[in-house]
């Protein structure tokens, strides 16, 4: 049995206004998207991607049904940008990870690809790259044209070949990853990999062992490195995986037929990114950059070709279609909306990110006042109650003697009176007439009111006995 821990964290970054990542972490699947498309549109293609692919799996929670996932949510993408003006041209990168089981019983955890968002494995403290970009300056990398260092400040590094939504069919890279304990998978958009090297990377997954400390650090990293894109990270630790010693971590790639079966495209190789060197097998170079043999349509965020039909580098991401050709990047005017139809990018509030990424919420000032009010409530009725009901004084006999009580006679709602003062003075020393009013209780508005009463009670009686005349106090 396999059993995972995972970590998410996410980040607008410094330069953007708007966070267009989702990602999702939950016991079994794992996936970042990044969104792409102008306006909202990337936010919106990247939202309906992690949706499509979690209802779409849970029903199939297998490589065939990863595969399928992805198949769904290209559609429900490519199907809203048709359909809403404001969304033409939407797409949005997906990498995902999810565990079922192999056709041999063993618990595998089938990796899928579209785009630019990467999978990195860390095994026995190494940590290599599985996924391979979809993008013009990594498929140059790819035929031998292109050296990585090239590739990382070439001017086509954002314009990516594959993308889910922007075409009724995508293709779709996928592997079946055979882990070990103690080996760590890492998913993360290129706002990571654009700012922090796979050096670096490797640092962090092996200094932190908490995969959430780890997916905080790796995106602060990205942030104190400029933080020029949205940055996500999800990292899955195997705490229970392969327990043969002499067997190593395996990924394989494979294809998924149309019976639904998986087959290994390369049976007995780790096809982690085929980078052949100068001695390897080479294909047709691409044409020259200022070629115009072949128009290949960009759907991106604003961007505009320079005068030599080039496109300016402003961080954004491209699409195009993959072919090995000359590109000249001409955006349509059907994907040119007016600036009045464009909408104000709409910022996450923490609410909805601590609800995205399922983080328990926090107990604020504002929280602990809200509690606080409800409880206040009952606690000021309560108050109100008691002051009424012990708001008043009043003459009574007690056992043959005149006597003071605080409260209402009989009691008030559970607050029954005190007795304060049994004085010295009996039914003897008072007039008789005055008993009857004495046994019916008579209230006073203080304590010193009901003594005063008590005491010109005793001193009527008194005077009487004696004739004088009385003088009341």
């Known amino acids: 049995m396999t059993v995972l821990r995972s970590g998410l964290a996410t980040d607008i970054g410094r330069a953007r206004q708007s966070n267009e990542d989702r990602a999702a972490a939950s016991d079994t699947l794992f996936a970042v998207a990044d969104g792409m498309g102008g306006a909202r549109g990337g936010e919106v293609a990247a939202r309906m991607a992690i949706e499509t692919l979690q209802a779409a799996y849970e029903r199939n929670p297998t490589i065939a049904g990863l595969r399928e996932a992805f198949v769904a949510a290209n559609g429900a993408i490519w199907e809203q940008s048709v359909r809403v003006d404001g969304l033409r041209g939407m797409g949005t990168t997906l990498t995902a990870a999810g565990l079922s089981v192999g056709a041999d019983g063993r618990d595998v955890i089938g990796l899928a ?8 494995l860390m095994s026995g403290g190494a940590v290599r790259q599985i996924t391979a970009d979809h993008s013009l300056a990594e498929e140059r990398v790819r035929h031998g044209e292109m050296t990585e260092a090239e590739a990382e400040v070439h001017p086509h590094r954002h314009i990516l070949t594959r993308a889910l939504g922007v075409a009724p069919e995508v293709d779709i890279d996928l592997w079946e990853l055979h882990l070990h304990t103690g080996d760590r998978l890492l998913l ?18 092996r200094s932190e062992h908490d995969p959430r400390k780890a997916a905080r650090a790796l995106v602060d990293r990205a942030n104190a490195h400029g933080g020029s894109d949205n940055v996500t990270v999800v990292v899955v630790d195997i705490l229970v995986g392969e327990a043969e010693p002499a067997r190593s971590s395996s990924v394989a790639r494979v294809s998924v037929d149309k019976a639904g079966a998986t087959r290994l495209e390369e049976p007995g190789r780790d096809p982690a990114v085929d980078r052949p060197g100068p001695a390897g097998p080479r294909t047709p170079p691409l044409a020259p950059e200022d070629a115009t043999t072949t128009t290949i349509t960009a759907v991106h965020r604003g961007l505009a070709p320079t005068a030599g039909g080039s496109v300016a580098d402003a961080g954004e991401e491209l699409f195009v279609a993959a072919a090995p050709v000359a590109i000249q990047t001409v955006p349509p005017p059907e994907y040119r909306e007016p600036e009045r139809e464009r909408l104000p990018p709409v910022r996450e509030t923490r609410r909805e990110r601590r609800q995205r990424l399922g983080v328990p919420r926090r ?5 602990i006042f809200f509690f606080l009010l409800i409880l206040a409530v009952p606690a000021g009725a309560v108050a109100v109650v008691r002051w009424y009901a012990l708001d008043n004084w009043y003459v009574a006999i007690d056992h043959g003697n005149l006597a003071v009580y605080q409260g209402r006679p009989g009691g008030f709602l559970g607050f029954q009176p005190k007795l304060l003062d049994r004085t010295d003075v009996t039914t003897k020393e008072v007039l008789a007439f005055r008993l009857r009013d004495l046994r019916q209780t008579v209230t006073e508005p203080s304590l010193k009111a009901a003594e005063r009463y008590i005491a010109n009670l005793h001193r009527e009686f008194l005077a009487q006995q004696s004739s004088t005349p009385l003088t009341r106090l």
């Open 113 to 120: 690809n579209v785009g630019d968002s990467r999978a990195y």
């Open 363 to 367: 107990i604020t000032v504002r929280v």
């Open 188 to 205: 993360c958009s290129d706002g990571l990999t654009n700012e922090v090297n796979v050096e670096q990377i490797g640092q962090v997954l």
